[in-house]
């Protein structure tokens, strides 16, 4: 068990687990992640798309071998923490034994005097800002002083600012993100993992340019989510700026001009006028997207049905859906309904019919947001500031440690920093020539 502990802590198994997690990151880079099997079978045809997905390639962060490998990083990263604990908490402990000359000289600067009293040796480490303990044994005995322990606890918050980041990554696999393709004037639902009831509205897509070269500088969806006909959160959204609403954040990825599948929808003759007033007659949606139906808040979604199967994301409308080998079908409360191009189809939704008519595939500015929540930021967030404060501590207080044995009539210096051991080194020879009070001094450095 103890040869295990120290492999799992051991910096060559760390640095092991570090490259392979690095190098299936570079394979997640190059390929995308997260897409539609359509896509894949589009780019890559149908026996590597297959193979791709079947080894989890197309969602490599969310693969139980990834998620394994971070695992495997936190115990590491664990064992490191509960080793470098260990040692630190004997920092700061009173010293149990009284050390042998050979522990003074195995330090890295050694230097070696006349015996005598060490009470005066503890006084002049004292003022210069050493943490000193005094212990002796007859007439010998022993100084163990330190500078800037608290520099080894800076370290060991490291440590477990890794961790958290890590672990941030872990729970963060269990998260979820789906991209919204919304027409301007158009609504959809969040996805179900999500939320149940939010719907989230575009009023508005601009594209700021730069008044001198005429480039685009910045894309701004405005938009706002409502919950049971009621407001809850309004803004504009921006590449850098999403919009937070109770932990689920909505993400500006994409913009421009694309197809989508335009719909004209009329209240049928029992509806009432008052009704008739609240529904805006002609809409375009991307296929596979839930939207609420005009005049309800029930959710609908269309298909697009083709030769290949059915349509997965917004990218399948084919150039013309009158083509005798697709069809396309909006489904609402369970109901599926094919909607023959340019003709009405009768829909009873909420109790009230309506009119539907495909016009047909209508091109259209839309803007595509991603909605996600991920339940890994928190780790992530206190990893950063625990880092942030770890790496400032370090580099403020370096630790140094000095040993003075008495034995017999000779007086054994070690010392050894942490940092700057050349600076150190200057400081602990005026040191040595301060313990020795103008005595014939010896001194070297291994």
Do not use: W
Not at 18 to 30: E, K, N, P, R, Y
Not at 87 to 107: C, E, H, S, W, Y
Not at 289 to 309: C, K, N, V, W, Y
């Amino acid at each position: 068990m103890r040869h295990l502990f120290n492999f799992l802590g051991s910096m060559k198994f760390g640095l092991t687990l570090l490259l392979v997690i690095a190098v299936v990151s570079v394979i997640g880079t190059f390929l995308p992640q997260g897409k539609p099997a359509a896509f894949y079978i589009d780019k890559y045809g149908s026996s590597t798309a297959g193979l791709l997905q079947s080894l989890l390639i197309t969602n490599l962060y969310r693969s139980f071998y990834f998620i394994g490998l971070l695992v495997l990083l936190s115990i590491s990263l664990l064992v490191c923490v509960i080793k470098r604990l260990r040692f630190i908490i004997d920092l700061f402990r009173f010293p149990q034994n009284f050390v042998g000359k050979k522990t003074v000289q195995a330090m890295n600067e050694q230097a070696q005097t006349d015996g005598g009293d060490l009470r005066p040796t503890a006084s002049l480490l004292r003022r210069h800002h050493y943490s000193v303990t005094l212990v002796k044994k007859g007439s010998d005995g022993q100084i163990v002083a330190h500078k800037g322990r608290i520099g080894r606890v800076g370290a060991l918050i490291v440590h477990i600012s890794f961790i958290l980041i890590v672990l941030g990554g872990i729970v963060g696999s269990f998260g979820y993100k789906q991209l919204l393709i919304i027409f301007e004037g158009e609504g959809v639902y969040l996805p179900r993992n999500l939320s149940e009831n939010l719907i989230l509205y575009v009023d508005r897509i601009d594209e700021v340019r730069d008044p001198n070269s005429g480039m685009v500088s910045a894309y701004i969806t405005s938009a706002r989510l409502v919950k049971a006909e009621e407001l809850v959160e309004d803004g504009d959204i921006e590449v850098n700026r999403p919009m937070e609403y109770q932990g689920i954040n909505i993400f500006q990825e994409q913009m421009g001009i694309t197809n989508g599948l335009s719909l004209s929808v009329l209240p049928s003759l029992e509806t009432s006028k008052e009704d008739e007033q609240s529904i805006l007659y002609n809409h375009t949606y991307a296929p596979e997207m839930e939207f609420p139906f005009p005049g309800s808040d029930r959710r609908a979604i269309l298909h697009i049905q083709t030769g290949l199967g059915t349509s997965e994301d917004y990218q399948s409308p084919p150039s013309k859906v009158s083509d005798t080998t697709s069809k396309v079908i909006l489904e609402v409360e369970d109901e599926q309904y094919v909607l023959p191009p340019k003709e009405k189809v009768n829909i009873a939704v909420a109790g009230k019919s309506f009119l539907v008519t495909l016009n047909g595939i209508e091109e259209g500015q839309y803007t595509g947001l991603t909605a996600s929540r991920d339940p890994g930021l928190p780790f992530f967030f206190t990893g950063a500031i625990l880092l942030s404060i770890g790496t400032v501590v370090m580099v403020l207080f370096n630790h140094k440690q000095l040993r003075v044995l008495k034995e017999g009539e000779k007086t054994y210096i070690g010392g050894t920093a942490h940092r700057g051991k050349d600076l150190f080194s200057k400081e602990f020879a005026g040191l040595c020539q301060e313990i020795s009070s103008n005595k014939p001094i010896r001194r070297e450095r291994r």
